[in-house]
């Protein structure tokens, strides 16, 4: 895929670039004159599922989100903390994977240094907020997995920690995008060029550590839950 910045295409230069992709793996499918981008069929074929991706990403979550607000009566803490988690999907749904699949289709960021700069920060943010409310999930599932008896009510407290989950993402990737400057922004691949040390304390508060946290705590479950299940099987009948 070329996205031709000479607006002034001939023929013959359209055949000669139609001649060059005809010699490689990935045939031309068409030529769109408007834009003037070269989209082979594999460009399509994944331009396809990126878009069934999309929808149903959307779709998806729009039902869980409908399920917890308008189905289920009972407003407990997990079944917020599912539409925490839903509510970042439907965002990465709804604004992430379209930017991304234009993206891709014409290989460089057509839409400026704004929408680049709100784009990066909502990406950022909302797979974080995702993963931290998979994070609280786990963490709430093995507290009822100890105490069976734990309260599920939704308490302003419990309430609070939710919203500071999408504070705390927001306001990090914001300070993070604060000291962009021409030096260290690539305008046509809306890509920001840190430092080593900022890369690392990012990936690891957002991302590494809170999925290893999930890991380890799941795995708890999993143990606690197979301890119960043997010690019920031993249990001996009363005659």
């Not at 302003?156 to 919203?163: D, E, G, Q, S, W």
């Amino acid at each position: 895929m070329r996205l031709a910045n000479d607006s002034t295409y001939n023929n013959q230069q359209q055949l000669d670039y139609m001649m060059i992709l005809g010699n490689r793996s990935d045939e031309l499918l068409f030529y769109n004159k408007t834009a003037h981008l070269f989209v082979s069929n594999r460009q399509l074929v994944s331009f396809c599922f990126k878009l069934i991706l999309i929808a149903l990403t959307i779709v998806l979550n729009g039902l869980i989100i409908y399920i917890i607000l308008f189905a289920i009566k009972k407003k407990t803490f997990s079944n917020f903390l599912f539409l925490s988690a839903s509510i970042a999907d439907l965002f990465i749904g709804l604004f992430s994977q379209p930017f991304m699949t234009i993206f891709d289709i014409y290989g460089t960021w057509p839409y400026g240094f704004r929408l680049c700069i709100y784009w990066l920060i909502t990406d950022y943010s909302s797979y974080s907020i995702s993963i931290f409310s998979l994070l609280l999930i786990s963490m709430h599932r093995y507290k009822q997995l100890r105490s069976p008896l734990v309260n599920e009510n939704l308490t302003k407290t419990r309430l609070v920690a939710i919203l500071l989950i999408w504070i705390a993402s927001y306001l990090f990737w914001f300070v993070v995008t604060l000291p962009i400057n021409e030096l260290n922004y690539l305008e046509l691949q809306c890509e920001i060029i840190y430092s080593f040390t900022i890369i690392i304390l990012a990936e690891s508060s957002t991302l590494i550590l809170p999925i290893l946290f999930i890991c380890a705590i799941n795995f708890r479950i999993f143990i606690a839950l197979r301890t119960k299940i043997h010690g019920k099987k031993r249990r001996p009948v009363p005659i």
